[in-house]
């Protein structure tokens, strides 16, 4: 397994050196002023675990793992709760005691203030209410993270994410804000002997032992008949939604406006638990045992072993991995004595069209309708050419090299900025534009596995996409991508303008399914893939829904009222098999093979998805990237060299080879157990 599991060594995430003073986190500002500079004093202390992004905190810990939202809840449990911009009434922050509000129904104001402003009741029955009561009645605590955008916080943050510690849900009511019924939450420090390291340096430090008996004043209300504390030094307000007194104090339904402050004694006091109980969730995530790898070889090609830690700090990584085939094959699959089996699914307008067998390689070819420049081309491999010198099973055992520099990448766009690719990756040759920060190291620091991997690729490209009055273009740039159990990539095209119209992979490990469709556009006929608007200038491509329904539309579209035309599309949406549109071609990809996608056309109106099958699979792909389109700095980092023993030709002896080392093992394996081949006698006898 490539020794990289996580973020590169940038960021620091789990606080590794006691004493190391943190630095505060520089914001972008675009040259712009971000409000009053913070003049609140620093922390006295370093939080446990602190990240710069919050897609770095959610792939840290387990009981944070929501990339938008400030609750993370499962099961009808509170796991974890980001403290950040509280929009609400009196929220409260101390060393002790954290009082929040139930996210939900704000939205910005109209005014142009840009303020979030309560705008519906937040329902009593939410997960996030629930999950609370069911904390707070299995006496189960949970972590608290505080973010830097936390206004009310006593110190100025100086990490964007840092977890506090872990609270009590003790107390739930309901208030009114604008008008509108919202639920709050009373959390207090577990560990009220653990110093709170998000205090300002000079404040008070608890000591002595805790107070649990004195309590804030307590009253009944008169028209619920619910004792309730007092929990604002104004008086007394029912804080039961269900009371007609609900939210009144004298009589008088309160509102914003009204001044309303905690009563000291009600913050004061502390709620005892039973002894004993321990959070469910270590603060500071565990790292996976080495152990693991060591009794079980093939520990690091499971999805428990996807992550390790990287910090400023230190490293924490699962040892690299000896992989092989049988490590990673439950089925022991693809690995084939003589000619590989396809396994295929395809639809019109897709067909297959040809199968040769080029001496071990079993190869097919599939074409669709109304593109005869464009083909899909699968070598299927075997165990005699996976086993060759230099072959899939060397190049799979090398993914665990650390030059090949695989790990998982932030991506551009996402909606929470670190998130990272689920699948680790690397690239070589001229810069591939992915979706994600993949760096791209030049072929001359290529591992010689890459290079070698490049030439069986060439080969193949070269059967597939070559012809008299079209020569092969030649591949400069090879994008490794290593997928986890259950992980995929989905539905994308390879059709950018910058690259030629031959595409080569080659898959190592697990098996794989691809699978191709029409993108949607051209399937319903619309301006894009949400299929919302038609568009009658669409092109009508094989495959496609009632082609002569889109016609039809076409030729009066023009002259026809809105009414009339959401009537037509409406029936031309009915005549789809599912919303989506259905898979044309589908095929296994084993250990070793190879699939060249070969046209324009092909990556213009169809998509294509690979699924991991198995526990751990590696695609490597290569593509012609054009180099006018590259920065002219980077073009070194496509060239080559081709010498005369690096070009590949097929392995067209790859039986006769296999089949003379099987012959020399049976005769040593014989010459040890002599007895064995009198069996064998025997029985054929």
């Not at 190049?395 to 991506?411: D, K, Q, S, T, W």
């Not at 030629?500 to 697990?510: A, E, K, Q, R």
């Amino acid at each position: 397994m490539p020794p990289k599991r996580s973020a590169p060594a940038k960021r620091p995430l789990i606080e590794g050196a006691p004493g190391v003073e943190p630095t505060a986190k520089k914001r972008k500002t675009n040259g712009k002023a971000k409000g009053p500079t913070d003049t609140r004093p620093p922390p006295r202390g370093v939080p446990p675990v602190h990240a710069s992004l919050r897609g770095d905190l959610t792939e840290t810990v387990d009981y944070f793992r929501q990339r938008q939202g400030g609750v993370q809840t499962n099961d009808g449990s509170f796991r974890g709760s980001l403290l950040a911009n509280d929009y609400g009434q009196r929220p409260y922050l101390d060393g002790e005691l954290v009082l929040t509000r139930a996210g939900g129904g704000m939205e910005q104001s109209k005014d142009g203030t840009k303020t979030m402003k309560q705008k519906k009741d937040q329902d009593p029955l939410s997960a996030v209410v629930q999950s609370f009561l069911g904390n707070m009645a299995n006496f189960v605590a949970c972590p608290m993270i505080l973010s830097q955008d936390c206004r009310h916080a006593p110190c100025r943050p100086l990490y964007p994410y840092a977890v506090m510690a872990h609270f009590k849900p003790v107390f739930h009511w309901y208030e009114k804000d604008d008008g509108f019924t919202v639920s709050r939450f009373r959390w207090e420090k577990f560990d009220l002997g653990e110093e709170a390291w998000w205090m300002p340096k000079d404040s008070p430090v608890r000591s002595g032992p805790v107070d649990y008996t004195t309590k804030a004043a307590r009253q009944t209300c008169s028209v619920c008949m619910k004792s309730q504390p007092v929990v604002f030094t104004q008086g007394f307000v029912c804080l039961d939604q269900s009371c007609g007194k609900f939210w009144s104090l004298n009589g008088n339904i309160l509102t914003n406006n009204d001044p309303l402050t905690y009563n000291p004694a009600w913050l004061a006091e502390r709620t005892e638990w039973p002894q004993g109980i321990r959070p469910p969730f270590a603060l500071r995530p565990q790292p996976l045992p080495l152990s693991g790898a060591q009794k079980d070889p093939t520990f690091a090609t499971m999805r428990a072993a996807y992550k390790g830690i990287v910090c400023c700090h230190f490293e924490y990584l699962l040892p690299p991995l000896n992989i092989n085939i049988r490590s990673i094959s439950d089925a022991f699959a693809g690995q084939f004595d003589g000619h590989g089996v396809p396994s295929y699914e395809v639809k019109a307008p897709f067909s297959l069209v040809e199968t040769v067998f080029l001496q071990p390689w079993r190869i097919l070819t599939y074409k669709t309708m109304g593109f005869p420049d464009c083909l899909i081309k699968q070598f299927h491999s075997n165990a005699a050419i996976n086993g060759r010198p230099g072959g899939a099973d060397e190049i799979l055992a090398g993914m665990a090299n650390p030059a090949l520099h695989l790990a998982r990448r932030v991506m551009f766009q996402a909606v929470v900025d670190g998130t990272r690719t689920n699948h680790f990756l690397t690239n070589f040759g001229l810069p591939y534009k992915f979706s994600a920060d993949v760096p791209s190291f030049a072929f001359s620091q290529a591992p010689p596995m890459v290079k070698n991997a490049l030439h069986k690729m060439i080969w193949a490209g070269e059967i597939a996409g070559a012809s008299e009055d079209r020569p092969f273009q030649r591949l400069n740039e090879v994008l490794i991508l290593g997928y986890f159990q259950d992980q995929a990539i989905g539905y994308h095209d390879d059709g950018e303008g910058w690259l030629g119209p031959t595409i080569v992979t080659f898959s190592l490990g697990s098996n794989a399914t691809m699978t191709m469709r029409l993108k949607s556009k051209y399937y319903l006929g619309t301006t894009g893939n949400n299929c919302m608007t038609y568009d009658p200038t669409q092109e009508i491509i094989k495959g496609c829904v009632d082609p002569v329904q889109r016609r039809f539309m076409n030729d009066n579209w023009a002259n026809w009222t809105a009414t009339e035309r959401k009537t037509e599309f409406t029936k031309l949406k009915k005549k789809r098999h599912g919303v989506l549109p259905p898979v044309v071609f589908k095929s296994t990809l084993a250990h070793g093979d190879y699939v060249v996608m070969h046209g324009m056309e092909l990556q213009k109106y169809y998509e294509h998805q690979i699924s991991n099958d198995g526990r751990l699979r590696y695609a490597l792909t290569a593509r012609h990237v054009k180099p006018h389109t590259v920065d002219p700095a980077q073009l070194h980092k496509g060239h080559y060299v081709t010498n005369p023993e690096d070009v590949y030709h097929g392995d067209m002896n790859a039986f006769e080879e296999a089949d003379k080392e099987r012959a020399e093992e049976e005769a040593k394996w014989m010459a040890e157990y002599p007895a064995a081949g009198q069996v064998a006698k025997t029985d054929s006898e």
